[in-house]
């Protein structure tokens, strides 16, 4: 069968020897750009079609296909919907870095219409789960919110508006059980136009707010909406815009859950009609501030929502009350409380689904739940930077679950639990008595590592944090973010020292001299800046970048500067004289992470391609590729004395490799969420591993370590 591809056509299939179709008359080619070919319609929007195909150049796999045809007259006109629509691509192909947001494959223009090649997700969407498992109950919906609420963030940070959220548009994955946010083919960036600018009306009947369907603005809390009236559908089973009494402006969804004798949480009620309030000022404004709520809610035990009409008891509103300070063996105050009597247990002590509906329900792991940004002790404000922590955050009970080679060497000494979200970057202090690390929840946490005790919660970051560094001395913590600054502190106190600016996209990867004496940044925007760390100027870039930056590094001898990112090479500069030296290619995908050896003689890369990639940095060969992760390889170090790789990937696996032959040593299994960020103290008696579970580990770098 071949498949028309205009969008007009009423009746698209044709016998696979068709030339022309036989409705339309539209000439037929039996790939689309040479390897695409389309298997069927998945549906049509506002803004195009959506088809399946697979790719014939990558063994066949399974793809998503959308068209878009620009409304538009005229050759200059074309071209400058082209030129907007790759911006945009180039943004969706950001999102893919998140592992619950499908990867952009490709993008193209093709007789004149434009196309985004995306991965496709197996599993079913939250329609086709409601259909076969009936209404969802208030735990559920928690879940939802738990899994779509950091999606959303992330997205938001990235200022992109998805603008289509609806429970067709999200799906539980097959092989993992986690939801997936799809369809980004309306997705819009939150630029000058999308704001001020009256657009296309766009978006689904009852799913899309007000603001969207009258005049096409779109807002972060227009997702928000979105979203909430996914949950009222899920709760209900009834169509939003059938939940809504326009006469009054109210909504029905407690009216029908009465009528069936069900109820939520007070908490959870005010949730949910915060965020489908009509005017967009009363919603919740950010993903970070219904996090907030989110968190309050998973922290206090279900109270049932009176019915219409009824007052809650005086003084109850539905949030937590404030927690109290934890000391010595108490529970730390990032985890909620024990869960309902009756209800099982998950490792973390909150609630799972109950048996009977589809796998992965709750998350195991609390802070991939858990508003980022958020506080992890009493209620009353965040501490202010620099001030002492005196209680520990931490379980110093070794881990059981090391489940591959000789792994009495890898034990893990300690956990490390703070961080209300994803945990993205390391830095340890050259004696290796501190650790720093951040994430998705915009603060670093200055960590004692043979106490475990927080020193200070650094914040002034108005985003999630990329990258970190500790000055040779110990002195200065530098960090990089997406709210595209770089920020100093002193390591002392925690106080912040600078603001460095200069970059326009999101800081994601940053090196210090050996000496001391000079900073490296790399940046979404395509350079690669050096500063003066004592001065804090900044003296020149790098030429032919290329691409966004993901990641930076430093030769153990300061001499060369690495840096890779989106298009898949690596590239190698002179410190001194800033002359490009070489350029590594082999990766198919994202390079997302590089160590260089101490001794300067090898590079390892880890991708979005799965693969681990060892080279000879004096030649530019490539010695060897290691294809052992299940997912993409965010982490890769190499120990100081040069003999061991270690890896941590979205498969949520640490494993450990020799540099030289590329055998495999072990594979550690604690973590219940991507693994991030990988950092060996310079003495190397100890490793450190951050991951999407907010957790950071210890484990134990022994001297038997090479068999």
């Given at each position: 069968?071949i498949?028309?591809?205009n969008p007009?056509?009423?009746e ?14 539209a000439?037929?080619s039996p790939?689309?750009?040479?390897r ?5 319609s998945?549906?049509?929007g506002g803004?195009?079609?959506?088809f399946?195909?697979i ?16 409304q538009v007259?005229?050759t200059?006109s ?9 911006q ?6 950001e ?5 619950y ?5 490709a ?5 004149q219409?434009?196309y985004l090649?995306q991965?496709?997700?197996e ?17 559920k919906?928690?879940?939802v ?15 992109v ?22 369809d ?8 000058d ?5 009256p657009?296309?009306?766009i ?18 809390a227009?997702d928000?909406y979105s979203?909430g ?5 899920l ?8 939940l809504?009494?326009p006469l009054?402006?109210?909504w ?13 949480s ?15 000022m ?5 993903a ?12 206090t035990?279900n ?11 005086a003084?109850?509103t ?5 927690p ?21 247990l ?5 609630p ?7 796998q992965?329900n ?27 922590i005196?209680?520990p955050f ?5 881990g059981?679950?090391?489940s591959?080679g ?19 970057a ?6 290796g008595?501190?650790l720093?690390?951040g ?13 475990g005790?927080?020193l200070?919660?650094?914040q ?9 560094a500790f ?5 200065v ?12 502190w002193?390591?002392a ?7 460095l ?10 090196a210090?001299?050996?000496d ?17 760390l004592?001065?804090r ?5 790098f ?11 430093l ?12 298009d ?5 500069w002179n410190?001194?004289?800033g ?8 990766h ?18 880890g991708?979005?391609d799965?693969?681990?990639k060892?080279?000879?940095?004096r030649t530019?060969?490539?010695m060897?590729?290691?294809v052992?992760?299940l ?12 003999r ?32 991030n ?23 134990k ?5 090479y068999?």
């Amino acid at each position: 069968m071949i498949y028309c591809l205009n969008p007009d056509c009423k009746e698209p299939r044709n016998e696979a020897d068709s030339s022309h179709c036989v409705t339309c008359g539209a000439l037929l080619s039996p790939l689309l750009r040479g390897r695409y070919r389309v298997l069927k319609s998945l549906g049509r929007g506002g803004f195009g079609k959506t088809f399946l195909a697979i790719d014939e150049d990558r063994l066949n796999a399974k793809c998503v296909i959308k068209q878009f045809s620009p409304q538009v007259k005229g050759t200059k006109s074309l071209e400058k919907a082209i030129t907007l629509f790759e911006q945009e691509a180039l943004r969706l192909y950001e999102l893919g870095e998140h592992p619950y947001i499908p990867d952009l494959l490709a993008y193209f223009e093709h007789d004149q219409r434009l196309y985004l090649v995306q991965q496709f997700v197996e599993g079913q969407t939250l329609v086709q789960e409601l259909a076969q498992y009936g209404t969802f109950n208030e735990q559920k919906i928690r879940e939802v919110l738990v899994g779509l609420l950091p999606i959303l963030k992330f997205v938001h940070d990235r200022n992109v508006i998805h603008r289509d959220i609806t429970p067709s548009n999200i799906i539980r994955r097959k092989v993992d059980g986690k939801l997936v946010l799809i369809d980004f083919g309306v997705a819009k960036l939150m630029n000058d136009e999308s704001f001020g600018v009256p657009g296309t009306k766009i978006g689904t009947e009852g799913y899309a707010p007000i603001e969207q369907l009258r005049n096409g603005r779109a807002y972060p809390a227009s997702d928000i909406y979105s979203l909430g009236a996914t949950c009222l559908f899920l709760i209900t089973r009834t169509k939003p815009e059938d939940l809504y009494d326009p006469l009054r402006g109210l909504w029905l969804w407690r009216e029908r859950l009465l009528q069936e004798q069900r109820s939520v949480s007070v908490g959870l009620g005010q949730m949910l009609d915060r965020m489908v309030r009509d005017l967009v000022m009363e919603r919740y404004g950010t993903a970070a501030d219904a996090m907030r709520d989110l968190r309050l809610l998973l922290n206090t035990p279900n109270a049932i929502l009176p019915g219409p009409g009824a007052r809650p008891p005086a003084g109850e509103t539905g949030g937590a009350p404030a927690p109290t300070q934890v000391t010595g063996g108490d529970r730390p105050t990032s985890l909620p409380p024990p869960a309902p009597t009756g209800m099982p247990l998950a490792p973390t002590g909150m609630p799972q689904v109950p048996t009977g509906t589809p796998q992965s329900n709750i998350p195991t792991s609390v802070p991939t739940g858990v508003p980022t940004g958020l506080p992890t002790g009493a209620t009353a404000a965040r501490p202010v930077s620099g001030q002492p922590i005196s209680r520990p955050f931490l379980n110093s009970q070794p881990g059981p679950s090391l489940s591959q080679g000789v792994v009495a060497d890898y034990p893990c000494l300690r956990t490390f639990m703070g961080h209300s979200s994803w945990v993205m970057a390391l830095s340890a202090s050259q004696d290796g008595k501190f650790l720093v690390s951040g994430g998705l929840d915009d603060r670093i946490f200055h960590w004692d590592v043979g106490t475990g005790q927080v020193l200070q919660i650094l914040q002034g970051h108005s985003k999630p944090i990329n990258c970190l560094a500790f000055s040779p001395d110990g002195q200065v913590i530098v960090s990089g973010s997406d709210d595209d600054t770089v920020r100093l502190w002193q390591s002392a106190t925690g106080q912040p020292l600078q603001v460095l600016t200069g970059h326009s996209q999101d800081v994601n990867g940053l090196a210090i001299s050996p000496d001391g004496q000079f900073l490296i940044t790399g940046s979404e925007d395509r350079t690669v800046w050096v500063w003066r760390l004592a001065t804090r100027e900044r003296l020149r870039s790098f030429p032919e970048v290329g691409s966004m930056v993901r990641t930076v590094a430093l030769s153990g001898n300061g001499e060369l500067v690495a840096a890779a990112g989106s298009d898949a090479q690596i590239r190698l500069w002179n410190l001194n004289g800033g002359n490009l030296v070489k350029t590594l290619t082999g990766h198919l995908n994202a390079v997302l992470s590089v160590a260089l050896s101490q001794d300067g003689r090898f590079l390892v890369s880890g991708s979005k391609d799965r693969t681990i990639k060892i080279w000879n940095l004096r030649t530019g060969e490539l010695m060897r590729t290691i294809v052992k992760h299940l997912d993409a390889v965010n982490a890769v170090a190499i120990t100081p004395d040069n003999r061991l790789i270690i890896t941590g990937s979205s498969d949520k696996t640490v494993r450990i490799w020799r540099l030289m032959t590329g055998d495999l040593l072990a594979t550690l299994t604690e973590h219940t969420g991507s693994v991030n960020a990988i950092v060996v103290s310079p003495n190397q008696a100890w490793f450190a591993t951050g991951a999407s579970d907010g957790r950071v580990k210890i484990w134990k770098l022994g001297t038997n370590l090479y068999g």
